[in-house]
């Protein structure tokens, strides 16, 4: 039979199902299928990898702010498949120099995404972290922070992580629109404290980019 017996009877999470589906089908772009929001009405003018997986627009647009900002350390939290994290380690290799710190707390999860990772010829860029984003100890200044794991968690690792960051770094939040709501009503009652300052990017999962105010010139 096609399909085990446990998992008949066992109700497959969502990262385990979308990772299956990809290594039966590889890595193909799709139409992104998010619902129609105000700020974003034309969701499938986007492509995506999978639905969990940032947009191949905010891909590319996380990879130009790595060989923009030239960062020394990224973190990344929500590993999931590892294409993120990949596009990531491409700009700082473009770069010659920077890391990006990568964190997915589901072992089944992390053990695929260090797996492409391994075979991917970018290693020496990346290091990945099997532990829950409230648990991982970092090092040093912080010059990207990329928060993009359970949504419910993301208000809480911006907090955490907000004093080792750079100050003239930058926060990016994925999954930020108007519908699924609560990722952008953390960054804005972040804001609302005056801890950071807030740009919603109008993309079809939504997007925040956002500066810590504290030390800004």
């Not at 990722?183 to 999962?205: F, Y």
Request: proline fraction near 5%; hydrophobic fraction near 40%.
């Amino acid at each position: 039979m096609g399909l085990s017996l446990k998992r008949l009877f066992t109700k497959e999470k969502q990262e385990h199902r979308i990772l299956r589906q990809m290594e039966q089908t590889g890595d193909v772009l799709q139409p992104e299928y998010h619902r129609a929001t105000p700020e974003c009405p034309h969701p499938e003018r986007w492509s995506m990898y999978d639905s969990m997986t940032a947009e191949a627009e905010v891909l590319e647009f996380l990879r130009t702010l790595v060989t923009t900002t030239k960062p020394d350390l990224v973190v990344e939290t929500g590993t999931f498949s590892g294409i993120s994290t990949l596009w990531i380690a491409e700009a700082l290799q473009r770069n010659g120099r920077g890391k990006v710190i990568t964190c997915e707390f589901d072992p089944v999860v992390y053990a695929k995404a260090k797996a492409r990772i391994a075979e991917s010829g970018l290693s020496d860029w990346i290091e990945c972290r099997n532990e829950s984003s409230l648990d991982m100890k970092i090092e040093g200044t912080i010059d990207l922070l990329f928060s993009d794991s359970d949504m419910p968690v993301r208000e809480q690792e911006v907090r955490r992580f907000l004093p080792q960051i750079n100050p003239f770094g930058l926060i990016v939040m994925h999954d930020a629109s108007s519908h699924l709501k609560i990722v952008r009503e953390a960054a804005l009652k972040l804001e609302r404290e005056g801890l950071i300052s807030v740009v919603l990017l109008p993309t079809p999962r939504g997007l925040v980019v956002a500066q810590k105010r504290e030390g800004r010139l």
